[in-house]
């Protein structure tokens, strides 16, 4: 018993010296900051007066778990919103399917900037899909036009209710102000 509380005693305090360190430290190996990249970025930007950022590389993902949600025909899940940025990313969906054409989604991927947003095309992966119960899919936005909205709709007739692993991940690799004069000068305003 006694060597039981010694041993979490000991753990305890290598982890708050290691929190402490990794605060206290942030030029540490555990940085998650290249802290000669950071003094370059900032010398361009203080010693520029025509430095103009354009873009952020960096990688977030987002899960979205469905279990229990029902939607009938029409129906639109916001899934993703960037405004004012657009961004460039992946989007993966294990969802419902038809048994006689599990390689043709049930819904839809909308993507875009609202309001005009538009069907993304998507892959089938068969190795990873179990027709009707769920199948995969998948599909890159953004490398083209620019998007800062994704939404799922559902065109069928009959009401769906998501069940299990159904699941929605998107990811983004990097976020910018678009050059589009439609989104800088309309973007979400009311006519």
Do not use: W
């Amino acid at each position: 018993m006694k060597q039981g509380i010694r041993l979490l005693c000991v753990s305890l305090t290598f982890a708050t010296v290691m929190l402490i360190g990794i605060n206290y430290f942030p030029e540490s190996s555990f940085s998650q900051t290249d802290p000669e990249k950071e003094k370059l970025l900032q010398e361009q930007v203080s010693n520029s007066f025509n430095y103009v950022h354009k873009a952020d590389l960096n990688r977030a993902s987002q899960t979205i778990l469905l279990n229990g949600i029902s939607l009938i025909q029409n129906d639109t899940m916001i899934l993703y919103d960037s405004t004012p940025y657009a961004s460039k990313g992946h989007i993966a969906m294990f969802l419902p399917c038809d048994p006689a054409r599990p390689e043709k989604p049930m819904f839809q991927i909308l993507i875009g900037i609202a309001p005009n947003l538009f069907p993304m095309s998507l892959g089938y992966i068969e190795q990873a899909s179990n027709p009707p119960r769920s199948c995969l899919f998948h599909g890159q936005f953004g490398f083209g036009d620019p998007v800062t909205d994704v939404a799922l709709s559902y065109p069928g007739e009959q009401e769906v209710t998501f069940a299990g692993p159904h699941s929605i991940v998107i990811t983004t690799h990097e976020s910018y102000i678009p050059d589009v004069e439609q989104l800088m000068q309309k973007q979400h305003t009311a006519p």
